[in-house]
Structure formats: C-alpha cells, structure tokens
C-alpha cells in the first residue's frame, strides 16, 4: 500500500504562489503601459490645443533678416504691379521662381519674379500672331 506522498501538497503551494506573483506582475505591467497610452494621448491632445490657441510665429517680411526695406516711390518687393485692368489667369512655381499669367486690356502677359527677393526679373508680352503667316 502505497501512501501519498506529503511532497505534493508543498509542491501545489509553491506552483500557485509564484502564479500569483506572475499574474501581480503581468497584471502591473498591462495597468503601467495603459498609464503610459492615457498619458500620451493626453499629451497630443494638449499640444494640439495649444498650438491652436498660440498665433503664429511668422515674422513680418521687413523683420526677416536681409530682407530689403520698401524705399519711398519705388514699388514694394513682396508686391507685383500689373498693368490697369488686369486679370490673373495663372500662377506657376519653380524653384525660386514665380510666374503670374495675366492677361489685361492692352494684351496678356507674363511676370517672372525672384521669390527670394521679390523682383520682378522679366516680363514677357504676349502677342497673337499674324493670321497670314
């Protein structure tokens, strides 16, 4: 006759204390990273918030550095001046390069300003030509 041993009672302790120092652990782990999520999430909405409130920090072109101050009697460098009558059909970027399609009572044309400057560097009329050629 063989008697149960006294071993397994121990043993069974031993096994459902150290799950329930793992399911303590586990359960500390999920509770700290949904900590963690609320509190990044709360961090985005905040941010948001006061980046929505703040108004912008976009300096005045006369405050940004080197830029060239408007004289009395020649036309500003952040302004384009179109012949009377004009009507902007298009505008095109490339690089540093600004083109404004317009066409005004006098006939169309086409500015090409220096954005880094403002200035217009050329300006090309546009003709129809000739029905007999």
Do not use: C, N, W
Request: proline letters at 8%; zero cysteines.
């Amino acid at each position: 006759m063989t008697q149960p041993s006294r071993d397994t009672k121990p043993d069974d302790a031993d096994e459902a204390a150290a799950r329930k120092r793992t399911e303590r652990l586990l359960v500390f782990i999920v509770s700290f990273l949904g900590l963690l999520i609320v509190a990044g999430i709360t961090a985005v909405v905040l941010r948001i918030i006061y980046l929505s409130a703040t108004p912008s920090a976009q300096q005045e072109p006369s405050q940004v550095a080197g830029a060239a101050a408007p004289v009395a009697g020649l036309p500003s460098p952040d302004r384009l001046d179109l012949p009377a009558g004009a009507v902007v059909k298009s505008i095109s970027v490339s690089g540093d390069r600004l083109a404004v399609h317009y066409e005004a009572p006098s006939g169309a044309g086409i500015a090409v300003l220096d954005l880094a400057t403002g200035v217009v560097t050329r300006r090309v009329s546009i003709a129809p030509e000739a029905a007999g050629r």
